[in-house]
């Protein structure tokens, strides 16, 4: 395949392959740019019905956009393949990142929220994933989380069949159906929801389901259910109440089993109705994890959060036209009424002292931003240059990537003037260049074992 042609899409590499069919890096030759393109396996598209259905879904699927989402760009039919081309992701997938021990507590749950933010938004549109796990969401190295292969699950869809019958046979039948028709079935079973498992269509709270197993792996590098055969992985999700995670690794926090738990429900009624509600419970228990509060805090969180997209709410232009206009006003009523100017340096004097407070706000967080970045493990230095911020870190780990990152979109979402600030994230500076980076201007944070050597004279 590599070097090969399909329609304008030359295949340059091979990335993977799964369930459906072979994932290749290839280069749309129109437009120039990288794309994934998925050639699916010919046991999959045989069936005329299925394949017509199965673009429709993409046509659907290519209509959500999000951040969050890999996007789908086009499908075709060449030579009797059947290919989809989406967004090529450059990064990693979270069951590298899981085998590989790269993430954290905080780090899974900033991926987990965006990835519930990307997913309720397609919820919104009644789309549904159907097959969330661990190998079908990648984190860029920025630190983005991007939810792979929306809509090709309806490749799998089981042919429509009585649903009484499928009642009698719940396991069995399911696992018979579903064998025969994708071998590979076997790796996707331990995400299923217990509806999917028994046969039933799935629904936005199937994806939630799946979604708290994802999260559920993340924080304790073990999957909820198991069993020795699909079947008894099936049987499990089905019947079995799944160990707490506060219970597998101890610290982790009781609201974030509230969470998984709520997730995990059998009852689809029982858990989140979609991703966004799940995506609102997620974000509350990230401050809280970043704050190290309780949960008797959440109303004062609340709050915080009415308070700052009351402040983000108002675009920065609109906030200097309603300033000019409220200056403009003051002083049209002093001159008309013949105010006495004295009577007005009280309010002049708080008006300028909160003008000041606001103006001081981006070093507030500039310096909140160094405070916590400083105690993210491997982090040796941080420096600022105007709106330029460089961690140099020990290792490029993921989990660092995804902190900082969610750390900085943040302080820009609560920013009133001036440009956003911009991060890097370095690990690649030579000796000479880290510790030219420590005696320069800006350096806001030096890790305690950094040695600072006197600079070597000119001989
Ligand atoms: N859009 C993409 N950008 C970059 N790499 C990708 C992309 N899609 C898939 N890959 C890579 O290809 C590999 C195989 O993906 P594939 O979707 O075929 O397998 P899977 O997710 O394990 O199974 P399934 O077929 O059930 O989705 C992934 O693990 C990933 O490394
Ligand atoms: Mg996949």
Redesign the pocket.
């Known amino acids: 395949m590599i070097g090969k042609t399909l329609s304008h899409y030359k295949v340059e590499e091979l990335?993977?392959?799964?369930?459906?069919?072979v994932?290749y890096r290839a280069v749309d030759v129109r437009l120039g740019r990288s794309v994934?393109l998925?050639v699916l396996k010919p046991e999959l598209t045989a069936n005329a019905d299925r394949l017509r259905r199965f673009f429709q879904e993409a046509q659907s699927a290519a209509k959500v956009t999000h951040p969050a989402i890999?996007q789908i760009y086009d499908v075709g039919e060449t030579d009797g393949m059947v290919f989809i081309v989406?967004?090529?992701?450059e990064g990693q997938?979270i069951r590298w990142l899981i085998m590989r021990q790269e993430l954290d507590l905080l780090g899974s749950v900033e991926i987990a929220l965006q990835v519930a933010e990307g997913l309720g938004q397609a919820h919104r549109s009644n789309i549904v994933h159907r097959?969330i796990k661990s190998?079908?969401i990648?984190v860029t190295k920025e630190g983005h989380a991007k939810l792979?292969?929306f809509g090709?699950a309806k490749l799998l869809d089981q042919p429509a069949g009585p649903p009484a019958e499928k009642k009698e046979l719940p396991i069995s039948q399911t696992l018979t159906m579903t064998q025969t028709m994708v071998g590979t079935v076997l790796?996707?079973v331990a995400y299923m929801s217990p509806e999917q498992a028994r046969g039933h269509p799935a629904s936005q709270a199937s994806d939630v389901f799946s979604l708290g197993i994802v999260l559920y792996e993340m924080v304790t590098g073990e999957l909820p259910f198991r069993g020795e055969s699909a079947l008894d992985t099936m049987h499990s999700i089905v019947f079995d109440e799944v160990r707490p995670v506060t219970i597998v690794r101890k610290n982790l926090p009781a609201e974030l089993q509230r969470i998984i738990g709520r997730c995990l429900r059998k009852n689809p009624r029982d858990r989140y109705a979609d991703a966004n509600f799940l995506a609102e419970d997620l974000k509350r228990l990230k401050k809280e994890i970043e704050s190290g509060t309780q949960s008797s805090l959440f109303r004062g969180h609340r709050i915080q959060d009415f308070l700052d997209r009351l402040k983000t709410a108002v675009p920065l232009q609109g906030k200097s036209l309603a300033l000019a206009a409220v200056v403009l006003v003051i002083v049209v009523l002093v001159l008309i009424m013949n105010i006495n100017w004295s009577i007005l340096i009280g309010p002049l004097i708080l008006g300028l002292l909160i003008y000041r407070y606001i103006r001081h706000r981006k070093r507030r967080l500039l310096n909140r931003f160094v405070s916590k970045a400083a105690k993210i493990q491997g982090v040796k230095a941080i420096a600022i240059r105007g709106d330029d911020i460089t961690v140099v870190v020990e290792k490029a780990q993921a989990n660092i990537y995804i902190r900082a990152n969610s750390m900085i979109d943040a302080l820009n979402k609560k920013l009133y003037f001036g440009h956003p600030v911009t991060l890097a994230i370095r690990d690649d500076l030579t000796r000479e260049e880290f510790q030219r980076l420590l005696r320069e201007p800006g350096i806001s944070f030096v890790s305690n074992d950094v040695i600072l050597e006197s600079p070597e004279k000119p001989a």
Do not use: H, P, R, Y
């Open positions: 990335l993977g392959s799964g369930g459906m069919g994932v994934a998925k890999a989406m967004e090529f992701i997938t097959d190998d079908n990648m792979l292969d090709l790796g996707t």
